[in-house]
C-alpha cells in the first residue's frame, strides 16, 4: 500500500505499472481508478505487479530483513 500511495499522480502511477509488466490498457484503467489505496492495492492486477519478487528486484527491504538488521542476533 506504501509504494501505491507513493504514486501520488496517474502519470507516475501508470509508467510504473506498464514497467511492471501489466498490458496498456489495463495499466490505465488501474493508475485512474477512484477506489481507495487498500481495496486498490488488493487487487489481482497490483498483487501481481507489486510482488515480493519484484520488490526485491528493486532493493526494497522486507519487514524480516528490516527486523533482523534493527534487532541482530
Same mark, same amino acid.
Given at each position: ?11 507516475? #502511477?501508470?509508467?510504473? $505499472?506498464?514497467?511492471?509488466?501489466? @498490458? ?6 488501474? @493508475? ?7 481495496? =486498490?492495492?488488493?487487487? *489481482?492486477? $497490483? =498483487? #501481481? @505487479?507489486?510482488?515480493?519478487?519484484? $520488490?526485491?528486484? @528493486?532493493?526494497? *527491504? =522486507? $519487514? =524480516? ?6 534487532? *541482530?542476533?
Amino acid at each position: 500500500m506504501c509504494i501505491w500511495k507513493g504514486w501520488k499522480r496517474v502519470r507516475t #502511477r501508470f509508467k510504473n $505499472l506498464q514497467r511492471c509488466g501489466i @498490458a496498456k490498457w489495463q495499466a490505465w484503467q488501474w @493508475a485512474n481508478t477512484r477506489k481507495g489505496y487498500w481495496r =486498490t492495492v488488493h487487487s *489481482p492486477i $497490483l =498483487t #501481481r @505487479a507489486i510482488s515480493n519478487e519484484n $520488490l526485491k528486484r @528493486a532493493h526494497y *527491504p =522486507t $519487514l =524480516t530483513e528490516y527486523y533482523e538488521k534493527k534487532h *541482530p542476533r
